[in-house]
């Protein structure tokens, strides 16, 4: 059986009256939701692709 997200917590990075995102552990890796509409589910990732998140962000990699 898979392992469940459990703890979700707000991204520091998330304003107040903007998108809020929340995140948990999952195994080795990371599972995000969208913390307005929590009823769309989550995604998960692998810890590999968790970190390499942030440098994709900072180099532009999303258009």
Do not use: C, I
């Not at 929340?22 to 307005?36: N, T």
């Not at 509409?37 to 180099?59: C, E, I, M, N």
């Amino acid at each position: 059986m898979k392992a469940l997200p459990r703890g979700w917590r707000k991204s520091s990075r998330s304003g107040p009256n903007s998108g809020r995102v929340e995140l948990s552990r999952v195994g080795d890796g990371a599972a995000v939701r969208d913390g307005k509409d929590r009823w769309l589910g989550y995604f998960t990732t692998t810890s590999t692709q968790w970190q390499a998140f942030p440098h994709a962000v900072k180099a532009d990699r999303f258009h």
